[in-house]
């Protein structure tokens, strides 16, 4: 293990061990927060008993439908961008300043446009993760290196080929990069569009139990969002890496 993932570790852990000490010396009520080994029991308990599997299951599948939407959306646009110079140069200011726009204050819209139900969520999530996708996509487009385009003229290789042969062997750490990103923006659209108008899902249940102090719920399901968005964007990042790697720039 790097030394880095050693601090990274050991920070984690101090974090957690200082905050089980305060909870438990009462510097920190129990109304307000219990210790983190409750936290973990709780979620253990409440996966078990499966009191809240359907919410959970459904707010996975919405942020991964958007997530899905959005690499595919993503990687597309960027590919036809990076072709429509004229068109990018037009573009650019709006995706530098995309995430100054208030994406959830088009909720009402979207409940005009869609209805109620899971489909404003779900775009709202795939509003947030898709410029991340074009964004990253482009760059890795900018960066590939151009005597391997020539080579491919040179070869005759036809569209298909070069992209399958050129294109996306560069571009697929960047992809991977907007795919991380993207993954943690369709999480926070789907469940703060549950905050504010649903009936169920992860972010409903939070914000219910927020209201009536239900501690024994909402905090272990802040801890599994951060548990499932640490383990795929975990497993996501080593595969950069490897990419990385293959190519010789690690």
């Known amino acids: 293990m790097k030394p880095t993932a050693i601090c990274r570790i050991a920070f984690l852990g101090a974090l957690v061990a200082l905050l089980e000490v305060l909870c438990l010396l009462g510097r920190i009520d129990k109304l307000t927060m219990q210790p983190p080994h409750q936290i973990v029991l709780d979620l253990v308990r409440m ?3 499966g009191t809240l599997n359907l919410a959970i299951l459904k707010t996975l599948a919405n942020a ?3 997530f899905a939407l959005a690499m595919l959306a993503g990687v597309t646009a960027a590919l036809l961008l990076h072709r429509l110079r004229s068109v990018r140069e037009a573009l650019d200011p709006l995706f530098a300043t995309y995430y100054a726009v208030p994406v959830f204050a088009f909720y009402p819209l979207l409940i005009i446009l869609f209805g109620l139900g899971d489909t404003p969520e779900i775009f709202i999530g795939f509003m947030l993760a ?3 996708v074009i964004v990253s996509v482009l760059s890795g487009l900018d960066r590939i290196p151009r005597v391997l385009l020539k080579t491919a003229r040179v070869h005759e290789l036809g569209t298909w080929q070069t992209a399958r042969r050129v294109t996306l062997p560069c571009i697929a ?3 991977l990069t907007g795919a991380k990103l993207a993954l943690a923006y369709a999480l926070i659209g789907v469940i703060g569009a549950e905050f504010i108008m649903s009936s169920n899902g ?4 939070i914000s ?9 719920t909402m905090y272990p399901l802040i801890l599994l969002i951060v548990l499932a968005s640490v383990g795929i964007n975990t497993v996501l990042g080593r595969w950069e890496r490897l990419l990385m790697m293959r ?3 690690l």
């Open 173 to 175: 750490p960047y992809i």
């Open 208 to 216: 219910f139990a927020y209201t009536n102090f239900d501690n024994a």
């Open 202 to 205: 992860m972010g409903y249940e």
């Open 64 to 66: 991964l439908l958007a």
């Open 247 to 249: 190519r010789g720039l």
């Open 47 to 49: 996966l078990v008993a």
């Open 130 to 132: 898709v410029v991340a």
